[in-house]
């Protein structure tokens, strides 16, 4: 062989195997630099909380719209409402948030004649909220605000085609910002008239807002006229300019004053301005979102928000991750000095007066599988479990009093999850139109179906459900008021339910089911037969979700409550648009159902009972479809009365009614405890604080430590892909080698 040829002869050789070569040292390095961590290299090293959402990302961001739990766990990040509560204090205290100050009424009469502040509510026939704004509160910025040299809007009269290739606000350009003024509010509030999204706090608003059912027709009226001849098909929908139309009940009579005009006397207002249904909202923004092309690409204040709150959105997947930043034009609220009794303690008054936010970054991700989720945490990658959820350290308590072994690496962890009773309640309704669970239209039946009731309020053993149930347990409910609620009366001797407790040596005591069963006998039911006709009493359980192995433990065990009177209880599962659908209707019998604070009064809870309020006919949100005049006249009294003894003493009556009446048995308050790692500094969680982001704090060099210390890569994997790589090397190399030795006719020759 010549030169040449030998060259030939090794390329074939060597170009196999350098192949194989440099497979194996890629594999090693990629392995070698290779751990389990599911973010971006170096994010545990960012000032960024991790953390997850449940099911899926928010459905609304648009204040005007939004009103579901994993909703807020954005607008009120991005957001600021008039008011807030205090981060620290218990009870809830309202603090001024875009507001200056958290102002008392003045109430007139129907002269327009000032009133006294302790006026009877039946002299009022308006309360006036004159709500100074603080000044200097900027806009994130957004190019819905841009402008050129001349102090025209850049995108606010782009053509179709125009948008290009742009899906977020985040693909513009410029940007700009602005001010905030009194009338960002009094737009805020105009646009729940709205026909364009669905608005579920407009029919209470226009009770209340002066004018605001009137505006609401005229709206409508004038959104036809611009839409005439449009297609009705198209997302494309013209600018529906709320200023062109004045409200009385909301106005800006100066720059950075917001007067709210209420009828009649209703102290419950100042709760709806800490909601954003009341947050303030710039024309700028919609008239930005209303152009060609935008609704088609999702660039809607749905999924792109324009708030001043500490947070503005940047990245919006649908139903993977929402990420928000830190917003550059935040004025920095200081960090609260006062708090709870034990705060101190605990650490969470160190960062007293410190500007807030503490974080440069959120990102959400959506998890819908339980599993993973948990392993992320206890790895240390989520810094909170899920963001919008209190309760989802109960699981992990339950995990350390079941196992000493997950106990001490919890605690070697540092992991810690405090835990409290909640503003919110879980409960079993009855349906008060069915004719065996509300008695029908005659007095004997109504008697008899309030002793079946009651029976089944003794039977259902809420404590027994805490101890099998413990990752949702909580405290057992007296009354549909948990503490922290003004009006409570449990934890004391005086709010013990009578009807299903008594009290032994101070301890309340459920009563026995013999007593349940002397109650069924008087309700013509003995040992769970129709005394007339002696047919068995069947009742049905309208649950609200597909019974999953998840799910099915409980539902088993409501069925055995009902067992214990020899009623026989049968499940009638159906997926919740089909639950809602049989609730409007009033078919259901016995359901589950809860209820979370929207605000912390006894009238927020109350109201789950007012007769006006029946679901199945007036669609309210009174489930039971409850109605007794007694009740409903206290409730009247109740909307208008400021907190002190006279309302105390209405609330204690309203209670005592729904005690004997039973019209649900009332559950259980469940406990708060959030999932929170060790370096996730000032986590106070709280269904009814929902603006928690701007508070927490991280300590990256701990994270960083604690990521490596519990998750170490694991090197027999290199080795073992090393080796399968090698042995394919010696393999090749010698195929190759014996396929030179070989002839024409596949014979081996001698080397």
């Known amino acids: 062989m010549n030169g040449r040829q030998r060259s030939s002869v090794e390329r074939k050789r060597t170009g196999p195997m ?38 899926n990302t ?71 909220y004159d709500v100074p704004i603080k000044k200097g509160i900027l806009f994130a910025p957004h190019p819905a605000f841009a402008k050129d040299a001349q102090g025209r809007y850049l995108y606010h009269d782009m053509k179709p085609g125009e948008l290009g290739d742009r ?45 605001l059912k009137e505006y609401g027709a005229l709206i409508k009226a004038e959104d036809k006229k611009l839409r005439e001849g449009l ?90 991750r929402i990420e928000m930043v830190r917003n550059p034009n935040y004025r920095g609220e200081p960090y609260p000095c006062e708090g709870a009794p034990g705060d101190k303690e605990k650490g969470l008054l160190d960062d007293c007066g410190k500007p807030t936010p503490f974080v440069d970054k959120i990102v959400a991700t959506v998890e819908r599988e339980a599993t993973p989720l948990r392993n992320k945490f206890r790895d240390g990658y989520y810094d909170l479990e899920v963001f919008e959820r209190t309760d989802t350290g109960n699981s992990y308590l339950v995990e350390m009093k079941d196992s000493d072994e997950v106990r001490e690496d919890y605690l070697k962890k540092g992991f810690d999850f405090p835990q409290s009773s909640d503003v919110n309640m879980y409960f079993l309704g009855f349906n008060m139109l069915d004719p065996v669970l509300g008695g029908g239209e005659t007095a004997e039946g109504r008697e008899r179906a309030r002793k079946l009731r009651q029976a089944i309020a003794i039977a259902v053993d809420w404590e027994e459900y805490s101890k099998i149930f413990p990752k949702k347990a909580g405290d057992t409910a007296m009354s549909p008021l948990p503490r922290g609620i003004p009006g409570s009366r449990e934890g004391t001797p005086e709010g013990i339910n009578p009807v299903t407790h008594k009290l032994v040596n101070g301890v309340p005591v459920r009563r026995s089911i013999e007593e349940a069963r002397q109650l069924m006998v008087e309700a013509g039911y003995p040992n769970g037969r129709d005394a007339k006709t002696g047919r068995p009493l069947v009742i049905g359980y309208d649950f609200y979700a597909v019974p999953t192995p998840e799910r099915k433990p409980e539902i088993d065990w409501v069925v055995r409550q009902f067992a214990k009177l020899d009623i026989q209880l049968e499940v009638r599962a159906t997926d919740n648009n089909q639950f809602q659908d049989k609730v409007r209707k009033g078919k259901h019998q016995v359901f589950w159902s809860g209820w979370n604070a929207d605000y912390p009064d006894a009238e927020n809870f109350l109201f789950l009972f007012y007769g006006p309020n029946a679901k199945s006919v007036s669609d309210g949100e009174n489930t039971s479809n409850y109605q007794n005049p007694e009740y409903d006249k206290l409730f009247e009294q109740l909307k208008s009365l400021d907190d002190g003894p006279q309302k105390q003493a209405v609330i204690d009556k309203m209670v005592k009614i729904l005690q004997r009446d039973a ?89």
Request: with cysteine.
């Open 58 to 128: 928010p459905r609304h961001l648009d204040p005007t719209a939004s009103y579901w739990s994993n909703d807020t766990a954005v607008t009120y990040q991005v957001y600021e409402p008039p008011y807030g509560y205090h981060y620290l204090k218990r009870p809830f205290e309202l603090v001024p948030k875009s507001a200056a100050a958290v102002v008392t009424p003045v109430y007139l009469d129907k002269d327009g004649n000032r009133l006294p502040d302790d006026a009877p509510a039946e002299l009022v026939a308006e309360s006036v």
């Open 167 to 211: 899906r977020t606000p985040m693909d513009f350009k410029e940007t700009g910002t602005r001010e905030l003024t009194a009338e960002d509010f009094v737009y805020a509030i105009k646009r729940h008239a709205t026909t364009r999204i669905t608005t579920p706090i407009y029919g209470i608003f226009s009770e209340y807002v002066l004018g």
């Open 663 to 751: 019209p649900i048995s009332f559950g259980f308050f469940p406990y708060s405890s959030a999932a929170v790692q060790s370096w996730v500094h000032n986590s106070d969680p709280a269904i009814l604080i929902r603006d928690h982001g701007r508070y927490l704090r991280l300590n990256v060099d701990e994270r960083v430590a604690k990521l490596a210390a519990w998750n170490k890569p694991l090197y027999w994997p290199v080795a073992l892909i090393a080796a399968v790589v090698l042995a394919g090397f010696w393999f090749a190399r010698n195929s190759l080698r014996r396929r030179e030795r070989m002839n024409a006719r596949g014979e081996v020759l001698a080397s």
């Open 231 to 320: 297609d009705p098909a198209s997302l494309d929908k013209p600018f529906l300019d709320f200023r062109k139309w004045p409200l009385i009940g909301a106005t800006a009579p100066e720059k950075d004053l917001l007067r709210l005009r209420i009828k009649g006397k209703y102290p419950q207002w100042k709760y709806w301005m800490q909601m954003t249904f009341t947050a303030p909202i710039p024309w700028e923004a919609d008239a930005f979102y209303a152009q060609p092309g935008m609704a088609e690409r999702g660039m809607t204040l749905d999924s792109w928000p324009v708030g001043t709150g500490p947070f503005m959105v940047t990245a919006f997947q649908k139903d993977r």
């Open 18 to 55: 350098a192949w194989l070569a440099g497979l194996a040292f890629v594999a090693l390095a990629l392995l070698a630099g290779c751990g389990n961590n599911p973010w971006p290299q170096g994010s545990e090293e960012s000032n960024t909380i991790h953390t997850a959402m449940s099911e």
